[in-house]
């Protein structure tokens, strides 16, 4: 009897850590998984389509890297309590952060737009019907979202549509997958050819995205005033009870974030790469491609999930490009508002989800924008990365609570990493 109730007090104990580790988890996680939009989902299923396991090693470079960046954009967050671009503004030529906010602006409106066409595309190849018809209803199902739930209960949707990604887990399991080919991918470059190296540009900028930046600081300082704390500039008390907590939401949501890229790119690899199909253009034609050889549950897992990833995406991509804006003219911003109380943040969602629809109606290739918009975020990534490497490393603006000198380390080395990626990624654009 004794060991049973011994038992029993270790489930309850468990069961009680495992649950206050998932209520910690938040931005870090929905950040995670919105870095697997549609546009990602497209770059993951050409790597392992053309390379087949062969550039799988990339994802495990990513993690350290791209972990520690958007832990410097929650850090800036939580400790200043405002988002990225007031903190830019407030150091840098306020005409350099616009500039740069500019360019986001628009690659985040063109990856909407890409993201809304694959998301309408998966839909029609489902369950029938016109491509455009779905684009206005995600549009608009999107929008209201943003516009009509509060914080906090939209901040549990987005939580739950993350487990729209485990789609592609489960497509790995019921496909003939080489484990041992994965496992040698997993950790040795096989392929260091031209095409392989655009290939590693492309997920390098599929992965470390400048929207994330702006979408989890500002998030950080979103539920900060949700749970009406201070920013820990002015309330110290609790910063390591905080930092762990973004550690462990920032550390699980990447990993989370890599794990799908790596079963996306290991179901296609499987599939597609075994078949000779070597060329995908689009998520939906990825899911398409697969259903002759893995069949129709595989297929529609895929497709479900490229649908699911869109919801969480879109509302991202707008919303942190909103933030931004809003924060360099000095706007109201913030989900918990009423669109009435923040007329000018909540406009730039409207506005650039709108655009993002004109661009599946116009004769504009989505995936020709979506390739302008990898460009831009190249261009835009690097000094981004290097000012918030300034911000986090400033004591007049961070205080006693600088970064530490691990992330400062992993935060310059990934900017040097996208230093490079970005002038590769120029070099073999305009060759």
Not at 213 to 232: C, G, I, N
Not at 377 to 390: D, E, I, R, S
Not at 400 to 419: C, E, K, N, Y
Request: include cysteine; proline fraction near 4%.
């Amino acid at each position: 009897m004794s060991t049973r109730r011994t038992s029993r007090s270790w489930a309850r104990r468990l069961e009680s850590a495992c649950a206050e580790s998932l209520e910690e988890l938040g931005p870090g996680l929905i950040t995670g998984a919105a870095d697997d939009d549609p546009s990602g989902i497209a770059t993951y299923s050409q790597a392992g389509a053309q390379f087949g396991y062969g550039l799988m090693w990339t994802m495990v470079l990513c993690y350290p890297l791209m972990s520690a960046v958007q832990l410097v954009s929650a850090h800036i967050g939580r400790v200043t309590g405002s988002g990225l671009a007031n903190n830019l503004v407030s150091t840098f030529p306020k005409k350099v952060v616009g500039v740069l906010v500019a360019i986001l602006l628009i690659a985040n409106t063109m990856n909407i737009g890409a993201d809304l066409s694959a998301m309408a595309a998966s839909a029609s190849l489902v369950a029938g019907g016109g491509e455009h018809v779905f684009v206005i209803l995600f549009a608009i199902a999107s929008t209201l979202l943003q516009l009509f739930v509060p914080y906090h209960r939209y901040a549990r949707i987005l939580k739950w549509l993350t487990l729209s990604l485990f789609a592609y887990v489960a497509v790995l399991l019921v496909v003939h997958t080489d484990w041992t080919g994965a496992l040698i991918g997993l950790v040795w470059p096989t392929d260091l050819g031209r095409d392989a190296l655009v290939t590693v540009v492309a997920l390098l900028g599929t992965t470390i995205s400048p929207y994330l930046f702006f979408w989890q600081s500002s998030q950080e300082a979103e539920q900060m005033a949700d749970e009406h704390r201070k920013p820990l500039e002015r309330s110290p008390g609790g910063a390591p009870k905080q930092f762990r907590r973004m550690r462990l939401d920032t550390l699980v949501g990447m990993a989370f974030s890599n794990a799908i890229a790596l079963a996306i790119i290991m179901a296609t690899a499987a599939t597609l790469h075994r078949q000779g199909i070597t060329q995908i253009s689009s998520a939906a034609q990825a899911a398409e491609a697969l259903r002759p050889f893995a069949g129709p549950f595989a297929f529609l897992l895929f497709a479900f999930g490229i649908i699911g990833t869109g919801f969480l995406a879109v509302p991202v991509l707008a919303g942190s490009g909103a933030f931004a804006v809003a924060e360099v003219f000095g706007w109201k911003e913030g989900l918990e508002y009423q669109p009435q109380q923040a007329a000018g943040f909540y406009s730039i969602i409207v506005l650039a989800t709108l655009i993002g629809v004109l661009i599946d109606w116009s004769p504009i290739d989505p995936i020709r924008a979506l390739f302008w918009s990898a460009v831009l975020n190249g261009l835009a990534a690097v000094p981004l990365m290097a000012a918030m490497m300034v911000v986090v490393s400033s004591k007049r603006i961070m205080g006693q609570f600088t970064a530490s000198r691990p992330l400062l380390l992993f935060g310059w080395a990934a900017t040097l990493v996208m230093g490079a990626a970005a002038a590769a990624m120029l070099l073999t654009s305009f060759a």
